[in-house]
């Protein structure tokens, strides 16, 4: 029997996502029997336990060390800090590491894994190679382009990438070029090119089952409206929700129809605001045909979160490259992107410059986009088409072959 290790990165949700849907679909291919042990903390590691009850010998808890969060993303200045003294609870970063190490270094001894799937994490990277195990590094951020504000990240940039290149493949969630909707925030050396596969994003195919078309689903037919997301872990949600809220607040938004999707499990957050200012209930709004300006919910249902995609006009998100893959190569809809970190300034730059998306680093930004968009809009969809005819959405097969044929290397 063959032994996976599955190591879960816990910084946002993005790599969880990813190595679900991988393991949802490996074991169509794989035709001999296999065991799989699955690393992670916090958040991924609870989800873990949840997803896989009768697993849980399985599932490890392993402290990997992860940004501080602050009120927009991770806090650069108390991460830093972090490296040497503890913070918000935290240990100092030189100990985390340490220990992390220590730990993993004990499951590879104890677990002798045939094969290591990564997504994020570099630490088990390293060991896998020290002790000849093949490695695939999945990914799709390797040396991100940094803006001046953050030009003294570089040379933790340098350092990330070396350990990524360690790994036996490298690869990458993301349409080969030149569709690659991650490209600045690659930038691979020639020296490992040959290592690199470009294997497509991890769409999720399942099908939907379809339930009774809700009230909500009801009272937005016939509308105008654009959809905002707020998506990543606690710092990154909130930071993406108070760009809105500035957004908001803006005279030229009194009467621009919007639904924004919190990503909270908090049915509390589900309501309605009308076009009188006054809160209202969804069933309320649509008993009452309120004419409404807002609709906020904690969470869509899949068959929600499809009619609202269907029926948008544009999406405002942070510019996380999962949801810019989902929304502009799986939904062809045009992108309106208030970023957080770096990463998805790269993200949204490269699809303004395809004419996919509008980045936005300021308020009036957005108001422009949204303008911009209505206006061009025969030519944003021209475009997204042409990118959705060339989007790879079978990340997770392609992978799934790639593993197996290590498998069969190694044998």
Request: net charge positive.
């Amino acid at each position: 029997m063959y032994k996976i290790g599955e190591f879960i990165y816990p910084w946002g949700s993005g790599h969880y996502s990813r190595m679900i849907r991988f393991h949802e679909v490996f074991s169509d291919f794989m035709k001999e029997d296999f065991e799989v042990h699955f690393s992670s903390k916090d958040h991924v590691y609870q989800k873990l336990l949840e997803k896989f009850p009768n697993e849980k010998n399985k599932i490890h808890n392993i402290l990997m060390p992860t940004p501080i969060d602050g009120k927009f993303g991770p806090s650069i200045t108390l991460s830093m800090l972090n490296f040497l003294l503890p913070i918000a609870g935290n240990p100092p970063l030189v100990n985390q590491i340490i220990n992390y190490l220590r730990e993993e270094r004990k499951l590879y001894d104890k677990e002798k894994f045939d094969l290591v799937i990564n997504d994020g994490d570099m630490g088990s990277n390293i060991l896998a190679r020290n002790r000849n195990i093949p490695s695939l590094f999945i990914t799709n951020q390797f040396k991100p382009k940094l803006y001046k504000s953050r030009i003294y990240l570089y040379p933790s940039l340098y350092f990330i990438a070396k350990q990524i290149a360690k790994a036996r493949k490298i690869i990458v969630a993301d349409s080969p070029p030149p569709y690659t909707l991650c490209e600045f925030n690659l930038n691979f050396p020639k020296e490992i090119e040959k290592k690199v596969s470009y294997v497509g994003h991890f769409t999720n195919k399942k099908n939907i089952l379809k339930t009774p078309i809700s009230d909500l689903e009801k009272i937005i037919q016939g509308n105008d409206f654009g959809y905002w997301m707020r998506t990543g872990n606690k710092s990154t949600n909130d930071g993406t929700g108070k760009r809105f809220e500035e957004v908001f607040h803006q005279d030229e938004m009194k009467k621009e129809k919007r639904i924004i999707s919190h990503a909270k499990n908090d049915s509390a957050i589900n309501s309605v605001t009308g076009m009188n200012g006054k809160k209202y209930s969804i069933s309320e709004t649509l008993e009452k045909k309120i004419d409404w300006l807002q609709i906020d919910v904690g969470y869509l249902s899949e068959q929600e979160k499809e009619e609202v995609l269907s029926l948008s006009q544009y999406v405002v998100v942070n510019g996380s490259h999962t949801v810019m893959g989902e929304i502009l190569g799986g939904k062809s809809k045009p992108v309106i992107g208030i970023p957080i970190y770096d990463e998805h300034t790269n993200n949204i730059e490269w699809a303004q410059r395809k004419n996919l998306a509008i980045l936005a680093k300021k308020t009036g930004h957005v108001i422009n986009g949204i303008n911009m968009i209505k206006e061009n809009y025969e030519k944003f969809m021209e475009n997204l088409t042409d990118f959705s005819k060339n989007f790879v959405s079978n990340g997770a097969e392609n992978t799934a072959k790639i593993a197996v044929e290590a498998l069969e290397e190694k044998r």
